[in-house]
């Protein structure tokens, strides 16, 4: 169950860069650097969150289920 909670946690917290980057976009027309950081860090969390995935399906803590 934790594993679950913190799949959602990353994934909220992946919205919410995303919502940022979108925001500075809008307010500073692009021409500030923190669009890319909110960007930047919108990917480092996906690709965390890809091998934390992977990890806890190698380990067993995720399984796959059929519908």
Known sequence: MLIKTIVILMLLLILASLG???FF??????RNPRTVRALTVRIALSVTLFVL???AYA?????PHGL
Do not use: A, V, Y
């Open 53 to 55: 995935l992977m990890l």
């Open 25 to 30: 976009l809008i307010r500073d027309q692009g």
């Open 20 to 22: 940022s980057g979108l």
């Open 59 to 63: 380990t067993g803590l995720l399984t």
